[in-house]
């Protein structure tokens, strides 16, 4: 393998153009080749970064100068393009979430196994020094036992959103069909937020109820949904999130963790309390913990090196399948509740949802 990872992008719609930036920004990653379906897309982003660019996948995956490959397509094409990646050898880096169904991230991990390469997905918290910092201070005790978490998210996304997404660069209503996306603002928006949860915790859902309607678009998918669900320390997380909260109102719309002893508030920068004197901390006061910056392109830059970095050294990646697996089974499970008005528990069945 070459010093630098060269990556294919398969899919060149809103997120690529973040994450190509990404690649160019990163030291162990480079471009060499991009791929959509839509010529005009591919075309700018080939452009963009001085590669050739095609409408064809076996064009992509059959070029041998691509080491591995990014995929950025709708939720419902993660799976079958996955596949089609590792069957010709290449590892992969997939936008979250992992896929629609437990079934089909099982067989990605699967396939990733059987070929021996690196299934990874694109998560931010798993390579962002805050949220390792955080980590690091609940390991340590900071906070105490971790009794309860809480996930507010209010979106007012505009009617614009549903056939284009926040650019318009690709005309296309995949997120407003159950079918291709999966959900709503559950599987699209919080889903980044409950891998966060899991990843500075270290904790899993044990059961999970839900509740979720689509009240003011019309769209198939949820646009408000509330979910509790118990960890397996007996903890008790919350999650509230709308895309068609009017007036949003980020007053009180930040993210916590409670401790037995202390508190994180996922502020910017987030801060901590904590009672104790604990790993350097203040006793009894709230205070910053430094934050890591914000722009995306800065995280995008650590995906694709965390990602490179991992597939040149033979390691697993920072998000490896399995954390993929973990964030959609709570949602995969949050849906199957709101539809069959019970709580759900966890582990589901491999393959099932
Ligand atoms: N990590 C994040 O913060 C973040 C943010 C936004 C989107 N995403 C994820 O990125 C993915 C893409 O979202 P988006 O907003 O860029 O969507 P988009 O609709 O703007 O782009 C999707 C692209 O996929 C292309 N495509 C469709 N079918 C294809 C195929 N068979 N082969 C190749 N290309 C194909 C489309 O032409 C389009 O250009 C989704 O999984 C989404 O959830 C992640």
């Known amino acids: 393998m070459p010093q630098k990872l060269r990556i294919g992008m398969i899919g060149c719609g ?5 994450t190509a930036k990404g690649i ?39 070029n041998p100068a691509v080491d591995a490959v990014y995929i950025a397509v709708p939720h419902h094409l993660h799976a079958p393009l996955t596949l089609q990646a590792l069957a010709a050898g290449k590892p992969v880096l997939v936008e979250k979430p992992i896929a629609t169904t437990l079934a089909d991230a099982d067989a990605m991990i699967a396939a990733a196994r059987a070929a021996g390469v690196a299934l990874a997905v694109a998560y931010q918290a798993q390579v962002d020094p805050t949220a390792q910092r955080l980590r690091a201070l609940i390991a340590a ?3 105490g036992k971790v009794i309860g978490t809480r996930i507010v998210y209010r979106g007012d996304k505009p009617e614009t959103y549903w056939s284009g997404g926040y650019s318009g ?21 919080t889903v980044h937020d409950l891998n966060t949860l899991r990843f500075i915790t270290g904790l899993e859902a044990t059961r999970v109820y839900a509740e979720s309607d ?3 678009t019309p769209v198939e998918v949820e646009d ?13 997380g919350t999650l509230e999130a709308g895309s068609a909260i009017r007036g949003k109102d980020p007053r009180g719309a930040v993210n916590r963790i409670y401790g037995q002893d202390g508190q994180i508030l996922f502020s910017n920068p987030p801060q901590i309390y904590a009672t104790a004197e ?22 995008r830059a650590a995906i694709a090196d965390g990602f490179a970095r991992a597939v040149l050294a033979g390691e697993p990646p920072p998000v490896r399948g399995e954390d993929g697996r973990a964030a959609l089974e709570i949602v995969v499970a949050a849906y199957r509740s709101g539809r069959e008005h019970r709580a759900i528990t966890l582990p589901l069945e491999e393959g099932v949802g």
Not at 46 to 59: D, I, M, N, Q
């Open 214 to 216: 689509t009240f003011t």
């Open 278 to 299: 604990v790993a350097g901390l203040r006793a009894g006061a709230w205070q910053e913990v430094p934050a890591a910056p914000r722009d995306r392109e800065g995280g």
């Open 14 to 18: 809103e997120i690529a153009v973040q």
């Open 141 to 143: 005790g900071a906070i």
């Open 24 to 62: 160019a920004a990163a030291t162990s990653a480079e471009h060499v080749m991009v791929m959509d379906v839509s010529e005009p897309v591919a075309a700018d982003l080939g452009r963009t970064y001085g590669v050739p660019h095609t409408t064809s996948v076996e064009e992509l995956l059959a």
């Open 169 to 189: 660069r690709i005309r296309t209503d995949w997120r407003t069909s159950r079918a291709q996306a999966g959900g709503g603002v559950l599987i699209m928006n």
């Open 224 to 236: 408000y949904v509330a979910v509790t669900y118990r960890y397996d320390n007996g903890a008790i």
